[in-house]
């Protein structure tokens, strides 16, 4: 089978053999996996948290080697990669997604590939989701993007008709955006330098699009906000200017949201004097847990956000290095890879 690994620091489509599978593991035939940010920043060696490429999948059961879990060969599943004990001190006090277990299991060998393994663990802690008929394969490769938009939304402790500043508007900012009156906020600002994004930030509803190589942000901000500063910003962006962006456009008191995931290396340049004195939060927010990736997918399914039209891109795994080529050129909203 075809599988897309990074190999020596680059990125090689390989000839592997099916994953075996022992007791109580999923074979998964791959139909659509979205191609993350984190995935391109791994393929360029600018993180390296884990070195598996391809989680935002969804297939068919090839292969189950377990009873009593209500999945069955032949059923629609979008498989969550990482799932939690439930149980540790993480878990217990709202880190599951920081739990030793989360990140221990995964892929294998990545979803990328024609057919891939999903452990015993995931299985049995409830990690696979059967899709409703009405969802399609790509529609539920959205699931587990969708599912890390809810949790940023929902530790940001954002309050109905709170003012939100969206900084970014790949996929991960525009589901932000699209989420955003589920949650009661209906004042959205966006940023991006790219004037297509902008235009699609604008049909899912942004009521305000700035564009930093035209606008000074912090006044276009300011003047949405009767010179108050927006009561939270999420940074959707790895981009560590975009951070900045966030910083100057919060209002005294208010939570900038750390949602992109910054190369590595990335520091920040910022008068921490200025956080203190204005009473500023920083909230930082990773990956999704059960609950979050579950509510996604109600709520894709029931087309409370439209993820269709975000798929501007589609690249089967052997040519996922054109993936990565048309990104640089700019007209990608988001890339789905298919077997
Ligand atoms: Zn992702
Ligand atoms: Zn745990």
Partial sequence: MKSAQIKDGKLRIEELPIPSIASGDLLIEMKACGLCGSDIEKIRGQYDVSPIIGHEASGIVKEISANGTGIEKGDRVFPHHHVSCKSCHFCRTGSDTMCKSYREFHFDPGGFSEFFRVPQWNVKQGGILKLPANMSFDQASFIEPTGCCIRALRRSGIAKDDSLFVVGAGPIGL??????????????????????????????????????????????????????????????????????????????????????????????????????????????????????????????????????????????????????????EGDVIKSIIVP
Avoid at 212 to 223: H, L, R, V
């Fill in 175 to 328: 589901t932000v955006v699209q989420l955003a009156p589920l949650f009661g906020i209906t004042k959205v600002a966006v940023s991006d330098i790219n004037p297509k994004r902008l235009e699609f930030a604008k049909r899912c509803g942004a009521s305000v699009t700035i564009d930093p190589t035209d606008d000074d942000i912090s006044a276009a901000i300011m003047k949405g906000t009767n010179g108050i500063g927006v009561d939270c910003t999420i940074i959707a962006s790895g981009n560590p200017s975009a951070v900045r962006q966030g910083l100057e456009s919060i209002r005294r008191g208010g939570k900038v949201i750390l949602l992109g995931i910054p190369p590595l290396g990335s520091s920040l340049d910022y008068g921490v004097e200025r956080l203190v004195n204005n009473e500023v939060t920083m909230i930082s927010t990773n990956a999704a847990n059960d609950e979050e990736v579950r509510l996604a997918l109600d709520f894709i399914s029931k087309g409370q956000i439209d993820v269709d039209s975000m798929i501007t891109h589609k690249f089967s795994i052997e040519n996922i290095d054109d993936a990565l080529e048309k990104i640089a």
